[in-house]
């Protein structure tokens, strides 16, 4: 069994669409602090889980320097975005989405880890 982390900066703006009054609905910015956790119990045949370098050209590639209401077509929350982000490798099981200190959303795809509890870091 093999685990992995990748750790991505993304510099992206959201406005949030909220049931409630709130700033979060005019478009700002964050410097997002994102963590994906990876899982395989074997490597392919280049000697990996997942190579970092095609999850940083993904990752970046459609968040970096963008409007994610623009980008993706659901509510840009934290954790919306964890949720896609986990979805998006199949060996992703979880994923930490930070827009600001101390604002932080964890998203942890039960069935991935599914007979692998007590192994998970």
Known sequence: MYFISKKL????AHSLTLSYESKC?????????????FVGRELNQDGMVIDFTHVKKAVHGKM???????VFDFNPTAENIGRWLVDLFPECYKATVQESFGNTAVVV?????RGIEHLVP
């Open 9 to 12: 900066e993304i510099s992206a």
């Open 25 to 37: 609905s005019s478009l700002h910015g964050h410097n997002w602090q994102i963590e994906l956790f």
């Open 64 to 70: 970096d320097h963008a409007n994610l209401n623009e």
């Open 109 to 113: 795809d039960e069935e991935k880890i």
